[in-house]
């Protein structure tokens, strides 16, 4: 299965504002010297050897990733935040073009639906969206957001074939099994694990870690042991955890010990703060792997989701 990520911020967009480009420019000049314009060649190795804060961005949509599959014309979905948008552009040059999206919700906090009526392949005719949630009233929730005066078309408006399935027990889609688990979160939050061929990457949101996440009894064995890949909220320092306490996010330590505890094997680190510049986050990157190195962790590797970031599972 491939993961692509669309959107990676927490609670609201965040687009890189012109003072931090200009910043970035300004701090990338500081360091040419003559020897890097010489030619193409010395050129592509100075902008190589910058920091990857400084060249490029982590993005600023809100939450949205998506698994696609070999040889198949259908895609999951998971969350419809504004980097959904994204995803609908890029249908446009694919040359496999996929006619059937599965989409699931985490939950219907407002930065995880903003994107839907922005997503162009949902007022194709030709195209199938079925829309998944344990939380009952999908399609009148979705609607909410898609009358006067917040919006001037309505969910029916948008020409593709449409259902909605409220879920109560795990899902089959081809040959790969979706199951659900509730999480810690203000109003609840789904976390959701795909399971293709053996191979199992948890879609782990908004969730703030309890003790009980940890407890080694059936359920959580079930889900969470050994996964190939969690891609989980990390959206706080330890200290902003503390001070946030009950806000339904986690510290990035925390994700970090959740994964060990479970063996997980890579862990993607998520849903980052919308004040948080690319400098911070990368700091934060490293401060994990740090945090690694110190508890003796082995086996573990770590990715900060950035937009377009592709992960092949």
């Known amino acids: 299965m491939n993961i692509k990520f669309w959107g990676v911020r927490g609670s609201t967009p965040a687009p890189t504002p012109p ?5 970035k420019i300004s701090a990338i000049i500081e360091q040419i010297t003559p020897e890097d314009l010489e030619d193409a060649e010395s050129r592509e190795r100075f902008l190589a050897g910058l920091p990857p804060w400084l060249f490029g961005t982590v993005g600023g949509n809100s939450p949205c990733v998506s698994f696609s599959f070999d040889n198949s014309d259908e ?72 009358v006067h005066p917040y919006f001037p078309i309505n969910l029916n408006a948008m020409g593709s074939k449409k259902t909605f399935n409220h879920l109560d027990s795990e899902i089959k889609i081809a040959d790969r099994t979706i199951t659900f688990k509730k999480m810690n979160h203000p109003g609840d939050s789904y976390t959701y694990c795909v399971n293709e061929k053996g191979k199992r990457v948890i879609y782990a949101t908004d969730t703030e870690l309890t003790a009980n996440d940890f407890d080694k009894n059936e359920s959580n064995i079930k889900f969470f042991k050994d996964a190939d890949m969690i891609i989980i909220d990390c959206q706080y320092t330890l200290g902003e955890a503390i001070e946030k306490y009950n806000w339904g996010h986690n510290a990035f330590s925390l994700a970090v010990d959740f994964s060990a505890n479970w063996n997980i094997k890579h862990m993607v680190m998520f849903h980052h703060d919308p004040t ?35 992960i092949t599972i």
């Open 75 to 146: 895609c999951i979905i998971f969350d419809c935040g504004s980097g959904m948008r994204e995803l609908g552009i890029a249908q446009i040059t694919e040359k496999r073009k996929i006619n059937h999206f599965h989409v699931f919700f985490s939950h219907f906090h407002w930065d995880h639906i903003q994107g839907l009526p922005f997503f162009g392949p949902a007022y194709n005719p030709k195209i199938k969206m079925n829309f998944y949630s344990p939380i009952p009233g999908i399609e009148r929730i979705l609607n909410g957001q898609m």
């Open 276 to 310: 948080y510049d690319d400098h911070k986050l990368y700091g934060i990157l490293q401060s994990a792997r740090w945090y690694l190195e110190r508890l003796n962790l082995k086996g573990i590797e770590l990715t900060l989701a950035i937009e377009g970031l592709e």
């Open 19 to 23: 003072s931090r480009i200009k910043s």
